[in-house]
């Protein structure tokens, strides 16, 4: 019926993914260069937010999890790919677990709704050559950090989101000067 589609469209446009008309109806929002970086700008605030209160008072049970969640990305050293698009959806679970750790769901919530908008284009952070290695280098130091209560787990998780940050804007900007360039070969006159 149509009130399950209209609360759905609602929805949508309350989490970014749609975009009001003029004349009343909807249409899909489409990722900017500006709202990229407000995107991962918001990211950056919670997440850290996250690790400085996990850091600062940890509780037994979430440093259980943060131990395991370590144990995790330590066993993929041994076979990691040098380029994996598909690799955004763990790097996608280890920031929301982290998150998770500070014992507040709804910043989860927030960080996995933000990572589901920015997901598409957070695919050219791993298409780099060694950009995965490097990924999982990092979540390990950051969760060491978090693990030990060591304050500088704020600073390496935001050193880390700004360089994924800089490798998705790089990858985009490649996109569309192929994009333009292909664009302009199809011309003829």
Known sequence: SRTPVCEAMLRLYGEGFLERQ???????????????????????????????????????????????????????????????????????????????????????????NIGERIRPVRTHDFVTPGRVSVTITQHLEILDAVIAGDARAEALLEAHILESQAFVEAGLGRAMERMLTASEKAVTW
């Open 22 to 112: 003029s004349d009343g109806g909807f249409r899909i929002s489409h990722l900017t260069l500006a709202s990229l970086r407000d995107l991962y700008q918001v990211r950056r605030a919670l997440e850290t937010f996250a690790v400085r209160q996990t850091a600062a008072e940890c509780s037994p049970a979430a440093r259980e999890g943060l131990l395991g969640l370590r144990d995790e990305w330590l066993e993929l050293l041994p076979d990691v790919p040098d380029t994996d698009p598909e690799f955004v959806l763990p790097d996608e679970d280890f920031h929301r677990r982290l998150a998770m750790a500070s014992g507040n769901t709804l910043l989860a919530d927030e960080l996995r």
